[in-house]
């Protein structure tokens, strides 16, 4: 069940740019989103990247240079700015949470690069 709501996803050429964001729209400051994922059609989803013990920002090689992380101060959004954008970057990208052991994903917005 989506918790997060993931936006800012749509159709773009190569080489052009995008930026998600992601929040929990019950404002449950408890739940901060951490991580972003992607999943292009009939693959597995593969990290994009994600903070780890709350501060260590980790990136996929495929988008080290090309995209960036970032939240607010509160931790309560996060961001993925996605710049040069490629085919291959084709994915429907989702955002998540973890609190209390638990996973908590958004529903996931459509990114298509192509010309």
């Known amino acids: 069940q989506a918790q997060l709501v993931a936006s800012g996803g749509g159709s773009v050429q190569p080489g052009g740019s995008l930026r998600l964001s992601c929040v929990d729209p019950?404002?449950?400051?408890?739940?901060?989103?951490i991580a972003w994922y992607r999943q292009a059609a009939g693959k597995e989803r593969e990290l994009v990247a994600s903070?780890?013990?709350?501060?260590?920002?980790n990136y996929a090689d495929f988008v080290k240079g090309r995209f960036t992380v970032s939240r607010d101060k509160a931790g309560n959004m996060l961001y993925l700015q996605m710049n040069d954008l490629k085919p291959e970057d084709t994915a429907v990208y989702f955002c998540?949470?973890?609190?209390?052991?638990?996973?908590?994903w958004g529903q996931g917005t459509q990114v298509t690069v192509s010309s």
């Open positions: 019950r404002r449950d400051h408890r739940l901060k989103p």
């Open positions: 903070f780890s013990f709350g501060r260590d920002l």
């Open positions: 998540k949470a973890v609190l209390g052991g638990y996973e908590y």
